[in-house]
């Protein structure tokens, strides 16, 4: 089992920054994948950004690339997500998920690649 826990969601203006964190902890050993996923209400859970555990390569939804990016810290088992040039429309709860799996790209936009799932921390940007 691998225990997720995110942090660093808030309220903030259109234009500014967050940075979501994402510890994990437990049987990180098999993780090979990380991603952030979001969902606002009434929509469904949609991609965000993905990483490969051990090499870093990365992988971005098209609305995200140059605003959003995701990294890691092997050493603290730590998955981070940069948001920047924060919009309204990018309100919503924001998930970390783990993955056993080998990382692909392609497969691990898709939320049934994920084994492990954090409770979600809210992102609000108000206008």
């Known amino acids: 089992q691998v225990q997720l826990v995110e942090s660093g969601g808030g309220l903030v203006q259109a234009g500014g920054s967050l940075r979501l964190s994402c510890s994990a902890s437990?049987?990180?050993?098999?993780?090979?994948?990380m991603g952030w996923f979001r969902q606002a209400p009434g929509k469904e859970r949609e991609f965000v950004a993905a990483?490969?555990?051990?090499?870093?390569?990365?992988n971005y939804a098209d609305s995200e690339k140059g605003r959003f990016t995701i990294s890691r810290d092997t050493a603290k088992n730590t998955v981070y997500l940069q948001m920047n040039s924060l919009k309204p429309e990018d309100t919503a709860v924001y998930y970390c998920?783990?993955?056993?799996?080998?990382?692909?790209?392609?497969?691990?936009?898709?939320?049934?690649?994920?084994?492990?799932w954090g409770q979600g921390t809210q992102v609000t940007v108000s206008s």
């Open positions: 998920a783990a993955g056993t799996a080998a990382y692909y790209s392609r497969t691990y936009a898709l939320p049934a690649s994920y084994d492990y």
């Open positions: 437990g049987r990180t050993s098999n993780v090979r994948g």
């Open positions: 990483i490969s555990w051990r090499g870093g390569s990365t």
